[in-house]
Each structure stands twice: as C-alpha cells, then as structure tokens.
C-alpha cells in the first residue's frame, strides 16, 4: 500500500505553479471559469500524483497577495511544499510570504522549483540560484534540492519527481502513526450536488474514516453521517491521514458548511474563543507586534478577526522575538495541543508572525495572572507530565475529563500520568457520587484556601468580638465554586495546616478572635453567669442589653462571643442559654423519657418548672436536632 501525504504549493503569482502540476499530473488545478480566463488561479486547485511508493495529493494555491487566505487555507495538511520561482522573475513579495507562512506552519520538508528556464540564459539560472539559497537560509529548505524546470519544453520534469520522492521519504520517517487517532479533516470547500446533498472536501489530518461512521461538525457541533466518500474522483469506503477527501453528508444543508469548519470524531474536538498561544514575530516585519493588536487568526482552514494579548510586563514583540500570548476571537474555532496557526494585521493585511497552540481552551479568567503565564509556558514542555500539569492548572475549576487533557496535551497515555499526578498530590481527586468525582489541580485548591483565609480575615475584622463565625457565612463569599465540595475540602487542608480552627459551628482562623477590652472582658463574664443564674428563664437579649450601664453597644457581640466559643446555646433568636443549664436539662429529660417512654409538652413544663412559654420552643428545638421525637401530642427519646 502506497503511503498517503499531501503536496502543496507555494510562491509567487504567474510563476508556473498551475502549469507545473499540469505537466507533473495531467490534471489542470484551475477549475473556475474566472481562472482559465484570467491565466491565474483565485481559488484553491487540487490534484494527484502517483509516485510508487507514495500517492501525494496536490494542492495548488493562490500567488497573488490579495488571496493569501486561500493560501493559508490550502496550507492546512500539508506534509511538504513546493517553492516555486520563476527564473525571468527570480524572488518578488509573495515567494517571502509564502515562505514564512509555510514555515510558521511547521513545515519540515520540500522541494524548490525554478521554473521557466528556457526564457533566461544558464548564467541568469545560477544568480537567481544564489538568491533563492539566501532566502531559504536557516529555514526548513535549506538543504531542499533546486530543480530547474520547463512547463514548455518538459525539461527538469524527471529530476523534479525524484526530489519530490526523495523528500517524502524524509517526511514519512518523522511522521506519527495516526491510524488509531481520532479523525480529523479541515473543510477547505463544500457544494451541493442534486440527489446526493451537500459534500465536503479537505485534507485528512488524522485518522480513518468510513462510509457509514457518524462524526461531528465543528465548531457547530451537529452531528452528521457519512453518506459516500471519494479520494480524487475515485469512489472509497475508506479514507485516512494524507489523503484528499471528498465527502457526502447527511443531516445538514450546503449552506450550513462554510470554509473554516471541520468534520472530527464525536467529541473529539471542543469549540472554543480564547486560546494561549507561542508566538513567533517574523524577523523581517518593519514594526512590533503590539498588545491588543487586532488580528486575523488563521488556524486549519478557519479566518477568524480577534485581539492579541501580550503578557503584563510586554507591551510588544519585537521582530524575530519568541513568546506567549493570549488569543481573544470573535468566533469559536476548534484546536489541539502543538496546532499551527497563523497570525496577520487586520489593517494593513500582513502576515505579523505565528507559531503553535499551548492551551485550546478558555482559560479560567480573561484576565491572566503570573501564575497563568508562568503555566501556559509550562504547557509547551517536552516534559509529558509538566505538560499535563500545567494544562490542568490552566483549566481552573471546570470539570474537565481525562478526554480533555488529550486534546489540551496530545498525551494519548494520559490515565497512567493523571494517577501518577493524584498519587504526587500535584492533582486531587474529589469524590461527588459512586459514579462522579471532580479533578482539580491543588494549585487551584490553594488559591480557594487563600480566599477562605482572605474573607475570614475580613470577617474578622468586621466582628472583633466573634470568637469565630458560620461555615455557612464564609461559604457564601465563595457562590462562585462550580462545585460544593471545593469548598469542602479546600476547608479541610486548612484545618490539616492549622490555619483554621472550628468552634462548635463556627470556624475561625489561628490565633485571631475577639480582643476584648478590660469594661468588655468584665461584661462578658458578668453577662455569662447572670444567664446561667436565670437557668431556663432567660430574658431576651434586648431585655439584658437595657440593663446594662456600659458597653451596652457590646452585648449583642458578647453574646455571639459566647454562642460561638460554646459557653451559651441559642435556642431561637430572643432565647440563650448557659450550656450547664442544658446540659441539665436533656439529663432530666432523658431519665423521665426512660421512665415513662413518652411526655407531653405539659409533662416537660411540669418537670423543668418553666412556663409554657419556654417549653414550647424548647420542645421544638429538641425535634429539630433530633434529641426527640414527635408524635401528635407525644414526645419520645430518638
């Protein structure tokens, strides 16, 4: 079985490229009427090349500057180029675009092609040959072989064949096998056709797939069946990475499928409006590239408008320089981990640089912190679990999947890295059901833990005189959480670190609590046995607070200062009691309830010696903790 790949070409208007493929395959890329007519190709042309060993599908490109976006588009999926320059014209704008798109696009292997020979004498041949080893010095042509070529004569055609041969056999020894990975094609045209429906065409990227097999549009996200395929006008069942692809789709209309969206295996892909990126600023440009420069993003074969972000401390990029950046869009594109893209100037339209996809996804604020910055550089490691670590990091607290760090890392073996990662406690498992848990970096666990710390110091603050205060109070700050029970146990490795204390209900934070002055130190104590004197007969706090000659502002608070260290017990708002009292009293009580199996609440009146006023809620009070039991007018031990 001959090896699939794609060859695309590349350089400057009316420099041959269209003829070239129509002596090396038989087959005129321009198919539009426009073109035939202009001499110029405006939109992309496909066609194949059989070689042995290899069957390389052809993609022509545009070479005027007013359609580089067909370019880029038919850029996506190659697996080598053909640098083309004309030898009566030698390098002009376009042959340096080309070039530099090819290469932020990660290209590794080509062929450069000097065609119309027979126009220049041999000495023009060699200055022009010169120049073009200038231009590709310290790119991935370099080392490429030059071929000189005549579409008029047929000369050069032979040796250019063998060049082509020679560099896909350098291609194929880099290449990963993909036949067990996801499917994945970039739609560079779709059509109708009468009988059949709308019908897709694009480079397959990754994967195999059939007649039959259900798959997802992108970024969409409608699922569709495959009705039919084809590879160059031939009808298949199958088609697979490198190959040229046509096919027919059932379950959405023509018009539903522009250029820039993609057909990938059921949830393989997620859409997406934010992306970190490495960017790479070419070394040519006149000018930085600038923070909050507004740019059109070029990733497979989608153009989406949107704002480039630099880091905090850049304020711009300077030619050739190297860095990260965050990629605001305008609309949802889909991507994976290490993804070329390329970037250009909304006004005037020029290709400011590129590079490769550190995180496809939304990061957890629009507003990135060190942290983040210092993680989306992680992200790009060679290092697998570094790489892993920071893609979890840089999710936040979304509830992403085992799934997910695949397509944020391309580590297909991620299960054995995530265990790896929970046993070293760089990632933490949570536990909701039998069926569900939450995976967390403990980084994020750790910045929850420092806003618990944050509003607990606050709250504080704000109550000088509360020994502590309700979980229930602090983890209303945090509403946020997408989750309870990072609350939970972000609350939990606080109290394992001894930051934070529970007081009964309450929580506190070490070494902090009510500092009382000497006048409030007194009340407090005064106030603690005048309750516990009352026994069950407490006055409301009101009634207390208007008895008191100094510090009356202070009660409610000491009050609250000793619910909360556990001296008092609040029965209903207007009801303290010391605890010594109560304590007492379930004693009594559960030694009647023993004796006579059931009380009424007069029964409890009787035996405590209070007046219905207080033992009615003190009865509820004791349903609602589960001290007793209630039926109809009967009260039983629980």
Avoid at 433 to 459: D, F, N, P, Y
């Amino acid at each position: 079985m001959p090896t699939n790949l794609i060859l695309g070409t590349s350089g400057h208007i009316d420099h041959g490229k269209s003829s070239l493929i129509r002596i090396l395959t038989g087959t005129d890329p321009d198919r539009l009427p426009e073109e035939k007519k202009r001499g110029i190709t405006i939109e992309l042309g496909y066609a194949a090349l059989d070689l042995g060993e290899f069957h390389l599908g052809i993609v022509d490109v545009p070479g005027h500057e007013k359609f580089v976006r067909q370019m880029l588009a038919g850029a996506t999926g190659m697996d080598l180029a053909m640098l083309v320059v004309a030898a009566d014209d030698s390098i002009k704008q376009q042959t340096r675009e080309h070039l530099d798109i090819l290469r932020l696009l990660n290209l590794r292997e080509g062929v450069i092609v000097l065609t119309k020979t027979d126009l220049v004498e041999a000495e023009w041949l060699d200055l022009v040959e010169a120049e073009i080893r200038e231009l590709v010095q310290g790119t991935f042509l370099e080392m490429a072989s030059i071929v000189r070529v005549s579409s008029k004569t047929g000369a050069g055609f032979d040796d250019l064949k063998k060049a082509i041969l020679d560099a896909a056999r350098r291609v194929v020894d880099d290449l990963p096998d993909s036949s067990t990975a996801p499917f994945r094609m970039a739609i560079d045209r779709s059509f109708a056709i009468e009988g059949f429906g709308a019908v897709v065409t694009g480079s397959v990227s990754s994967g195999v797939l059939r007649v039959g097999d259900v798959i997802e549009l992108q970024p969409a996200q409608i699922e569709v069946r495959v009705r039919g395929l084809q590879n160059h006008d031939t009808k298949s069942d199958v088609v697979s990475r490198g190959q040229r692809a046509a096919i027919n789709l059932t379950g959405l209309r023509h018009g539903e499928i522009p250029r820039g969206n993609e057909l990938a295996t059921l949830g393989h892909l997620k859409p997406t409006n934010q992306l970190a990126v490495e960017l790479l600023a070419l070394p040519g440009l006149d000018k930085p590239v600038k923070d909050r420069s507004r740019v059109r993003f070029h990733l497979g074969t989608s153009e989406v408008s949107g704002v480039l972000r630099l880091p905090h401390e850049k304020k711009q990029f300077e030619p050739g320089e190297r860095g990260f950046a965050v990629l605001f869009l305008s609309e949802s594109v889909v991507a994976t981990w290490g993804q070329p893209f390329v970037v250009r100037l909304e006004s005037p339209v020029t290709t400011l640089g590129g590079g490769r996809i550190a995180f496809p996804n939304r990061l957890s604020t629009n507003r990135p912190t060190a942290a983040d910055w210092n993680a989306i550089a992680e992200a790009v490691s060679p290092d697998p679990k570094s790489r892993a670590s920071a893609a979890a990091y840089l999710a936040g607290l979304s509830n992403w999947k085992p799934s997910d760090l695949i397509r944020w890392t391309a580590i297909h073996q991620i299960d054995e890295i995530i265990e790896t990662m929970i046993s070293e406690k760089t990632i933490v498992r949570i536990p909701l059901s039998k069926e569900r848990s939450w995976l967390v970096h403990s980084a994020r666990l750790e910045e929850i833990s420092a806003t618990i710390e944050q509003h607990l110091m606050r709250l504080h603050q704000e109550h000088p005189l509360r020994l502590g205060h309700s979980v229930s109070e602090v983890q209303h700050c945090l509403d946020y959480l997408p989750e309870p029970e990072l609350f939970r146990v972000s609350l939990e490795r606080l109290n394992a670190a001894k930051k934070v204390h529970r007081i009964g209900a309450a929580i506190c934070l070490d070494g902090l609590g009510p500092k009382l002055s000497k006048g409030e130190t007194q009340l407090y104590g005064e106030l603690v046995e005048k309750i516990r004197v009352a026994g069950l007969a407490v006055e409301p706090p009101k009634v207390l607070a208007a008895g008191v000659a100094k510090n009356r502002d202070s009660v409610p608070q000491l009050l609250k200062l000793g619910v909360d260290s556990g001296q008092l017990l609040q029965i209903t708002p207007d009801w303290i009691v010391h605890r010594d009292v109560y304590d007492n009293v379930l004693e009594r009580l559960k030694a009647e309830f023993e004796r006579a199996k059931t009380l009424t609440v007069s029964d409890i009146r009787s035996l405590l010696d209070v007046s219905r006023k207080f033992a009615v809620p003190l009865c509820e009070y004791l349903d609602k903790i589960g001290f007793t039991i209630r039926d109809g007018d009967q009260r039983r031990l629980a």
